[in-house]
């Protein structure tokens, strides 16, 4: 392929991604199909085909586009040294959150991925960039744990198992609510200050439990 068909393949390729994007901003996921994405893009269905395999391969391939973006983020923040391990924890969990509250697709699509159907049907090359990728957002915030830890901020104690499957567990568990504008009647999530303010509890809750800091969380929250 010359260098002229490269340009035109990768320009396509793009098309039908930014037309997938456009779609999802109005259409459920289910009900969204690559004869709808081709037809948005103006090509035939067996164009889509010869860039992805399948529908759920598109959007595996925009969700490591803002994977790529937010790990970006992380990478930075575990490369500042001006940063204490706590202070780069804490950066990464708000932008994190904010990234999400601010692209309601790729809250979607994160959310989507996680789902063991979806995970079955994406191409194995995908399904191994997107655990990769997942490895390296592991390993950043781990070198803000470690610094944290050498800092004597960081409760050197729990063991990391414990520590992820903690974190996990509450990041997937605040990305639901925020996608459902809240868990319960008694606190919606409906403006940008309740998300935000929800925000701001669930990633004090978070580094509160990797520090043992429960005392100073609680004098924190009282001069707020």
């Known amino acids: ?30 009900t969204l199909s690559v004869d709808k994405i081709a037809r948005h893009t103006g090509i035939g269905k067996g164009t889509v085909y010869k860039h992805f395999e399948c529908k759920d391969d598109i959007y595996a391939h925009l969700l490591l586009d803002d994977c790529q973006l937010m790990l970006t983020r992380f990478q930075h923040f575990a490369a500042d040294e001006c940063l204490t391990g706590v202070q780069q924890m804490r950066g990464m969990l708000l932008y994190a959150f904010k990234f999400h509250r601010d692209n309601v697709v790729y809250q979607h699509m994160y959310m989507y991925f996680k789902q063991k159907s979806f995970r079955e049907r994406i191409s194995t090359n995908y399904l191994q960039r997107l655990d990769s990728c997942d490895e390296y957002f592991t390993e950043a915030f781990g070198k ?70 429960s005392d100073r969380l609680a004098e924190e929250q009282g001069k707020r």
Request: net charge negative; glycine share 8%; hydrophobic share 35%.
């Open 144 to 213: 803000a744990v470690c610094k944290g830890i050498a800092e004597g901020e960081v409760n050197p104690d729990m063991p990391q198992e414990v520590m992820m499957a903690g974190m996990s567990a509450t990041y997937e568990g605040a990305m639901v609510a925020l996608q459902e504008g809240g868990s319960c009647k008694q606190q919606p999530l409906e403006t940008t200050e309740q998300k935000d303010t929800y925000i701001n509890h669930v990633v004090d809750y978070m580094i509160a439990a990797l520090t043992r800091q």
């Open 1 to 30: 392929m010359n260098d002229r068909k490269v340009r035109e393949f990768e320009r396509r390729e793009r098309d039908i991604l930014d037309s997938t994007l456009e779609l999802l901003s109005g259409e459920h996921w289910e």
